[in-house]
């Protein structure tokens, strides 16, 4: 049987996607491969999203090019595939396939001509592609899920390259949701994260994102739903009440902020202000008491002044985020923002990002700090990287290390935090209140 290997960079929909890609390619008799070395299809599903993502890319094929034997096959598909198109045929020789993320339907034959010596590329957008037939093969997925609810972006953010890679915004028809879904629990999973690129302006044509949360909520099993990316401007209250009312749905959003200035905002056409961000803020935090906010914030975008990033800094502290991914912007090939002058010296952004690492730190660690103590449900993940730990994971999204047997993978424990690095805990059992009264 042939075997194919895939790598995967970039978001988790791009993890979702590798799972479609090996179930397509498992109904044609391909079994995934551990590793390059032996597999006859080698495939990398990249990230356009940043220059350095791009780059780690051309360098990692440079060197899987030494796995390929006469005949195998080493392709290029996600998003960078999708930008670059036959241009990335012609400056690698040594890849013979590109395929974008409305695509992948077509990998049998393609890969099947690519055997025969024929070099393609795909980069059509299907807008109507959900690959609904598609059986992802999630391999040792255990207890959690990814479940790809939407595909594409509609919004156009003058930084971003996304819309031009994956296309338009389409929504899945909430019944397939929740088939797959209900197939997923019967299968032991707990935890399914739906994914989508802006997920809560879902909308299948009859039902809105907080349908989705009150019917995937309520499949027998499903003890906790997560979802990403959201944006801000698309939590509806109707939104924000199914996530106060669902008790599946965690305590835990991730919400890209990108600036603390509405003059930034304004140019990046995010479409909202500061104030208008923190009032959802505010919201997310009277609907969900405890909730815990993450999000994502890019420094050195064209124009940004010294009292700009200041704004940014000062937000970080007015929210109070649990944690941050922090970018430097990298200007992507057809983009809006590529026409603002007033560009930001690479050292100024460098020295900014640096800053915001230390201050986002610095809020993290003040907020855990005050949660050592607490009590928790966590679901047990897996062992952990250092030590005879296990990794765990709260309804918050917080990871806490709990020393316990492997047995307790997949299963769900009450732990109170014993102390924390500033960005993860360490933790005991307790017994739930139930197991004390049979106890006592
Ligand atoms: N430069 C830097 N960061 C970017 N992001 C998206 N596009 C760019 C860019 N051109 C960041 C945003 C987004 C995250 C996934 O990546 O913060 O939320």
Known sequence: MPRVYVETYGCQMNVADTELILGLLGRDGYVPAEQPEGADVILVNTCAVRDHAERRVIGRVGELKRYKRPGDVLGV????????????????????????????????????????????????????????????????????AFVTVQRGCDYRCTFCVVPMTRGPERSRKLEGVLREVEGLAANGVTEVTLLGQTVNSYHDGRFDFADLLRAVGGVA?????????????????????????????????????????????????????????????????????????????????????????AETESLVREVGFDDAYTFKYSPRDGTAALKIRDHVPDGVAGERLERLIVTVRDVARRRNIRLVGSTHEVLVEKPARRGELLQTRTRTNKVVLLQGPAEWIGSY????????????????????????????
């Open 77 to 144: 598909v996600g998003c960078m595939a999708q930008r670059l198109g036959t241009t990335l045929l012609e400056s690698t020789p040594h890849v013979d396939l590109v395929v974008g993320p409305d695509g992948y339907r077509g990998l049998p034959e393609l890969i099947a001509a690519a055997r025969a010596g024929e070099r393609t590329a795909d980069v059509a957008f299907k807008g109507w592609e959900h690959y609904e037939d598609v059986d992802p093969a999630r391999p040792g997925s255990g207890p959690s």
């Open 221 to 309: 099993g499903v003890r906790r739903v997560r979802f990403t990316s959201p944006h801000p401007n698309d939590f509806s209250d109707r939104v924000i009440g199914a996530m106060a009312e669902v008790p599946a749905v965690c305590e835990h959003v991730h919400l890209p902020v990108q600036s603390g200035s509405s003059r930034v905002l304004r140019r990046m056409l995010r479409r909202y202000t500061r104030e208008q961000y923190l009032d959802c803020v505010a919201r997310l935090r009277r609907a969900v008491p405890g909730i815990a906010l993450t999000t994502d914030i890019i420094v050195g975008f064209p124009g940004e002044t010294e009292a700009d990033f």
């Open 413 to 440: 424990r009450m732990v109170r935090f014993t102390g924390t690095t500033g960005a993860t805990f360490t933790a005991t059992p307790v017994l739930a209140a139930r197991e004390l009264a049979v106890v006592g």
